[in-house]
C-alpha cells in the first residue's frame, strides 16, 4: 500500500519561507503527476501547483512567482519552495499523487497525504 508524508509545514512571518516535502513510500514502480493542495479553514480545497513525471509545471494564479514545485523521481519525492509568503497562504497542504504504479498493470489512483499546517503571521 502506498502512503504519502508530507512535512516542513510551519508558522513564518509574512514575506518568510518555507519548503515542504512529501514522500511517497511502499512499493512504487512509477509516480504519475504530483500536486500540492491547500485548504483554508472554511474555504474548499484548491490547487498550488502540479508537475508531471517530466518535469512540466503548473501553477495557481495566485502564487506564481513566489512558489515552485520541484520533484526527485528517484526518492519519490515531491516539494514545494514557498517564498514571500502571505497570510492568505496560511492552510493545510497536501500532497498528491494521480496515478501510482504499485505492480505491473496496477495503479492506485488519486493518493492524499495526511496535510502538513502553515500558518503565515506577525
Known amino acids: 500500500q502506498v502512503q504519502l508524508v508530507e512535512s516542513g509545514g510551519g508558522l513564518v512571518q509574512p514575506g518568510g519561507s518555507l519548503r515542504l516535502s512529501c514522500v511517497a513510500s511502499?512499493?512504487?514502480?512509477?509516480?504519475?503527476?504530483m500536486g500540492w493542495y491547500r485548504q483554508a479553514p472554511g474555504k474548499e480545497r484548491e490547487l498550488v501547483a502540479v508537475?508531471?513525471?517530466?518535469?512540466?509545471?503548473n501553477y495557481a494564479d495566485s502564487v506564481k512567482g513566489r512558489f515552485t514545485i520541484s520533484r526527485d523521481n528517484a526518492k519519490n519525492t515531491v516539494y514545494l519552495q514557498m517564498n514571500s509568503l502571505k497570510p492568505e497562504d496560511t492552510g493545510v497542504y497536501y500532497c498528491?499523487?494521480?496515478?501510482?504504479?504499485?505492480?505491473?498493470?496496477?495503479?492506485?489512483?488519486?493518493?492524499w497525504g495526511q496535510g502538513t499546517q502553515v500558518t503565515v503571521s506577525s
Open positions: 498528491n499523487a494521480d496515478k501510482i504504479k504499485t505492480k505491473p498493470f496496477m495503479w492506485s489512483l488519486d493518493i
Open positions: 508537475i508531471t513525471s517530466g518535469g512540466s509545471t
Open positions: 511502499g512499493t512504487i514502480f512509477s509516480i504519475n503527476a
